[in-house]
C-alpha cells in the first residue's frame, strides 16, 4: 500500500497553528457550547482508554462543557476512525489517536478513508513504553542473555501479542530483525489473553505495554528484562533499555488526540493549549508515571510531523515482516 502523501499531512498540521483573526476568535472563545465527545478505538480499562479518560476530565475543568469517552472497539481501532473521519468539522468529534493508525496506513490495503489526509493533528498527549517480559522458565535475565537463548535455540521461543500488526506484535518484530533471531509470533486477540498464556508458560516472551505487565512483574510472576523505549521509564527506574544491548532499538505506544479534517484551526489551537496545561498538572503526571507513561506535550504542527514519522517507520517494518490484516 502506498503510504499517506507526507507533505500533504505536515501542511493540514501547520494550518493549525496559523494566528486567526478576530472573528475566528469570537468563534473559539464560544466553543465549547455542548458536550464534546472521544472517540476512543479500544475497549474500556486499558492504557489508552485510560489516558483518554484522564484528558477528557483535564478538557471539562478547562473548558466547561463535558468531554465524554465513547469506546468503539473493532478492526484495529479503525471503525473509530472512520466515525470520526464522517463526522462535521465542528470539534465536537474527536478521535484518540494512537499508535494503531500509523501501522494501520500500511497494514490495511483497502480502508475507506486516509488517515494522514482526513485526521487533523490536533494534540499529542503521552508515550507509553513498551516491556520485554519473559516467563520464569527461560534462563536469561538480560536482554544480551536472551539474544545468546534464542540463538542457540532457533525456533523454539514463542513470542506473544495482542494480534495482527498490534504495537507489541510490530514491537516483536523490530527486535526480531535487529538483534537478528528466530521466534514463532503467536497472536492474541488482547494483550489480556496474551498475558494468561505468558503466566501459564505456553508463550516465552510479551513485548507489550508496561501498564499491562506491571502487576505481574511487581508479582515476580514474570521477568522483566528491558523497557522498549528510547531511556528508561520512571515506573522501573531500574531496569535498562532493550538499546543498551541492540543500538538504535526503540519502540513505544504514543496517544493524542485529532479532528475531522477543515476543523477550524482556532478550535484545534484552543484544544492544543488545554491539553498541554492539563499534561502540566502534577495529579495527572503522577497517574501517567504510574503506567510507565511520560507526557509528551507537542503543537499540532510537532505533533503532524511525529505522526508522519512514525508511520514511516512502522510501515518498514509492516512490510519487512511480511504483515497483512487479519
Not at 493508525?101 to 507509553?128: K, M
Not at 545468546?148 to 514491537?171: D, E, L, V, W
Not at 535498562?240 to 543500538?247: A, F, N, R, Y
Amino acid at each position: 500500500m502506498k503510504l499517506p502523501d507526507r507533505r500533504q499531512f505536515l501542511h493540514l498540521a501547520a494550518g493549525a497553528t496559523a494566528l486567526p483573526f478576530a472573528p475566528h476568535v469570537a468563534r473559539a472563545q464560544a466553543y465549547p457550547r455542548r458536550p464534546v465527545r472521544i472517540i476512543v478505538g479500544y475497549a474500556a480499562g486499558g492504557p489508552t482508554d485510560i489516558m483518554a479518560r484522564l484528558m477528557g476530565q483535564a478538557l471539562s475543568a478547562r473548558l466547561g462543557q463535558p468531554f465524554i469517552i465513547e469506546n468503539r472497539p473493532g478492526a484495529g481501532s479503525n471503525l473509530a476512525t472512520e466515525a470520526v473521519v464522517r463526522a462535521p468539522a465542528d470539534g465536537y468529534t474527536l478521535l484518540l489517536v494512537a499508535t494503531a493508525n500509523a501501522i494501520n496506513a500500511t497494514l490495511y490495503e483497502n480502508l475507506n478513508f486516509n488517515f494522514i489526509r482526513d485526521i487533523a493533528p490536533v494534540a499529542s498527549i503521552a508515550r507509553e513504553a513498551g516491556v520485554m517480559v519473559v516467563h520464569p522458565s527461560v534462563p536469561a535475565k538480560t536482554v544480551s542473555e536472551f539474544i545468546a537463548y534464542a540463538k542457540a535455540n532457533p525456533g523454539k521461543i514463542n513470542m506473544a501479542s495482542g494480534g495482527n500488526g498490534t504495537p507489541a506484535h510490530i514491537a516483536g518484530e523490530l527486535f526480531k530483525m535487529m538483534a537478528t533471531v528466530t521466534m514463532t509470533h503467536v497472536p492474541y486477540r488482547g494483550a489480556g489473553p496474551a498475558l494468561t498464556d505468558l503466566l501459564g508458560g505456553q508463550v516465552q516472551l510479551f513485548m507489550g505495554s508496561l501498564a499491562a505487565s506491571l502487576e505481574h512483574i511487581k508479582a515476580g510472576k514474570l521477568r522483566a528484562l528491558a523497557v522498549t523505549t528510547r531511556t528508561r521509564s520512571d515506573a522501573l527506574p531500574e531496569l535498562p533499555t532493550v538499546g543498551d544491548s541492540v543500538p538504535g532499538y526503540e519502540s513505544s505506544g504514543w496517544a493524542g488526540l485529532g479532528a475531522p479534517r477543515n476543523t477550524p484551526d482556532e478550535i484545534v489551537g484552543l484544544l492544543n493549549t488545554s491539553v498541554n496545561a492539563g499534561l502540566a498538572d502534577p495529579k495527572i503526571r503522577e497517574r501517567l508515571a504510574q503506567l510507565g507513561i511520560a507526557p509528551m506535550p507537542m503543537t499540532p504542527t510537532e505533533f503532524g510531523k511525529f505522526i508522519a514519522d512514525e508511520t514511516e517507520k512502522l510501515g518498514k517494518v509492516v512490510r519487512f515482516a511480511g504483515m497483512k490484516a487479519e
